[in-house]
């Protein structure tokens, strides 16, 4: 199994970036796919969730409205679009697939 995020990156407040994860060594179609994130000194926390069919999605309190989590299972790839960042942001972005974690992505907000 192999997760592999990109599109991380410095970015002004009020800015957006676009996470993408793609995945392989199993049937991504069939489960929940989640990103976490971990700012530095703090515990990792769930960002944003999407079932296995992209219909039903949750997110947290800290995130809704701004980011949004879609998928596309042709492509094994889920994303993440954030907008409206704030500099509470910034930490390092993690794609899980069942018990599978991806190496993260850097995401800094700062002006």
């Known amino acids: 199994v192999q997760l592999v995020e990109s599109g991380g990156g410095l970015v002004q407040p009020g800015g957006s970036l676009r996470l993408s994860c793609v995945a392989s060594g199993f049937t991504f179609s069939r489960y929940t796919m989640s990103w976490y994130r971990q700012a530095p000194g703090k515990e990792r926390e769930v960002v944003a969730q999407?079932?296995?069919?992209?219909?039903?999605?949750n997110y947290a309190d800290s995130v809704k409205g701004r980011f949004t989590i879609s998928r596309a299972n042709a492509k094994n790839t889920v994303y993440l679009q954030m907008n409206s960042l704030k500099p509470e942001d910034t930490a390092e972005y993690y794609c899980?697939?069942?018990?599978?974690w991806g190496q993260g992505t850097q995401v800094t907000v700062s002006s």
């Open positions: 999407i079932g296995s069919t992209g219909v039903s999605t």
């Open positions: 899980k697939g069942i018990d599978y």
